[in-house]
């Protein structure tokens, strides 16, 4: 594969390569023992070596098969200088990396590629279940060889949304009171860690929504065009771009009284 190759399926066989095999050394590193090498927003924000190495081991890769690209990653951050061949990569080594230091099955390698600034190709795989969506841009989302469609479901009082929580005491406690403003007009809502794969599970109905402030770019890459290309709307609020302010991910009918609910309890506010 050289770097001519930019055509979104071309890029996502290499994702898809480079994805397992990361996931693969995640999941041995984690049979070993987990060493937590660092901390970073706060004393309960972990960094694992798990998540350095497999994280060199992507840069690795990607630098040998396509060594004009760019990476933005979460430990190592952006190399310095454009990309010759405007293809960068966005790379979270292991999304949930606290569900993975304790040995809870809902981590993932999150990997994507952008095109002169366009996601056009991503993969999601579950560190510890082996489970893999992929998505390209205008190919449609898919996992395990089954095109994935989203919630069908019209009434938010019966969602089933997922969402997060940051690791700032003070913004914590402002989601908090975002999820008690909520949870009378919803189903149920579940915090399940990580990012990549709640947007994954908005992508096939396993949840109905999703929303959270605070993710990086790659929290959102790859699992937000899975979602996307399985007729999800991923957006912020009062139409601004999904981002670290907040990300509303839901399907067209609930799309919209979702974000009013949380503009109305300021859920992009706060730390």
Not at 68 to 78: C, F, K, P, Q
Not at 88 to 94: E, L, M, Q
Not at 154 to 168: E, H, P, R, S
Not at 251 to 270: C, E, M, N, Q, T
């Amino acid at each position: 594969m050289t770097n001519s190759a930019t055509t979104p399926s071309e890029l996502l066989t290499i994702a898809v390569k480079v994805a397992r095999d990361a996931a693969d050394t995640a999941y041995r590193m984690r049979a070993e023992g987990v060493v937590v090498a660092a901390t970073k927003s706060t004393v309960t924000d972990v960094v694992t070596a798990a998540d350095r190495a497999v994280e060199r081991q992507i840069l690795a890769a990607l630098a040998a098969l396509r060594p004009g690209d760019s990476v933005l990653g979460e430990e190592y951050g952006e190399e310095a200088g454009a990309a010759r061949s405007g293809v960068r990569w966005i790379v979270d080594p292991i999304d949930g990396t606290v569900n993975y230091l304790y040995g809870l099955p809902y981590s993932a390698v999150s990997l994507a590629a952008e095109v002169n600034g366009v996601v056009v190709a991503g993969v999601v795989r579950n560190v510890s279940t082996g489970e893999e969506w992929t998505a390209t841009a205008g190919g449609g989302a898919w996992r395990d060889g089954a095109r994935l469609r989203c919630s069908g479901e019209m009434d938010l009082g019966q969602a089933l949304v997922g969402t997060g929580f940051g690791y700032d005491a003070g913004r914590r406690a402002h989601q908090a009171q975002v999820v008690a403003g909520l949870i009378a007009h919803v189903r149920d809502i579940r915090r399940l860690g990580a990012a990549a794969l709640d947007l994954c599970l908005v992508a096939e109905g396993r949840l109905d929504a999703y929303f959270e402030k605070g993710l990086a770019a790659w929290d959102l890459a790859a699992g937000g065009l899975v979602a996307a290309e399985a007729g999800v709307r991923v957006a912020g609020l009062a139409g601004r771009p999904p981002g670290p302010d907040l990300v509303v991910a839901a399907p067209p009918a609930l799309f919209a009284p979702l974000h009013d609910r949380l503009a109305a309890l300021d859920a992009a506010g706060g730390p």
